[in-house]
T-cell receptor, first 114, second 112 residues
């Protein structure tokens, strides 16, 4: 299996621009998670889906952030408009059905907002 | 909000030595995970602990869970340089609180 796939791997944009991050989970995994990692705040869970349905989005920083999962093999995290404080590494992870399965992380997207 | 605290935050140890990393959490959970992250890389799953008293071992690493004390430990035996990385614990309360929390991380450097 190819593992969790994220694109782009690096993104540099200017403040105010829209940014879209993409994730393809491992086939057969029905949980999908979006995380943000920064030096100051560590790893934060932003939102997670089960069977394409958002279960908890309480970690989404504000209305500028939105996430979708239109089907089992694709999810997006969008930031509009982007701000410098959004600069971080964004990870997508997926896990098999069930409460007790570990998560498999993608390589991450390094976002820099100037 | 659930708090997940690891200590130490930074650990420098010599090859061949033993040490323990601690993960304390503030609410009831019987599902805890350990991950490893190399600099500039993604996270890799190490252990899944699913019940009180659970113990898992892989090579020089051994993880345990005490749900009554709300404590998990990651013990390193006879450290080698390849173990240098950041180690995270994560507490899963999706069945009660719809959330998944990572600890602060412990940055381990093993000195030859």
């Amino acid at each position: 299996d190819a593992g969790v796939i994220q694109s782009p791997r690096h993104e540099v944009t200017e403040m105010g621009q829209e940014v879209t991050l993409r994730c393809k989970p491992i086939s057969g995994h029905d949980y999908l998670f979006w995380y943000r990692q920064t030096m100051m705040r560590g790893l934060e869970l932003l939102i997670y889906f089960n069977n394409n349905v958002p279960i908890d989005d309480s970690g989404m920083p504000e209305d500028r952030f939105s996430a979708k999962m239109p089907n089992a093999s694709f999810s997006t995290l969008k930031i509009q408009p982007s701000e410098p404080r959004d600069s971080a590494v964004y990870f997508c992870a997926s896990s098999r059905p069930g409460w007790s399965e570990t998560q498999y992380f993608g390589p991450g997207t390094r976002l820099l907002v100037l | 909000e659930l708090k997940v605290e690891q200590n130490p935050l930074f650990l420098s140890m010599q090859e061949g030595k033993n040490y323990t990393i601690y993960c304390n959490y503030s609410t009831t959970s019987d599902r805890l995970y350990w991950y490893r992250q190399d600099p500039g890389k993604s996270l890799e799953s190490l252990f899944v602990l699913l019940s009180n008293g659970a113990v898992k071992q892989e090579g020089r690493l051994m993880a345990s869970l005490d749900t009554k004390a709300r404590l998990s430990t990651l013990h390193i035996t006879a450290a080698v340089h390849d173990l240098s990385a950041t180690y995270f614990c994560a507490v899963d309360i999706r069945n009660t609180g719809n959330q998944f929390y990572f600890g602060t991380g412990t940055s381990l450097t093993v000195i030859p």
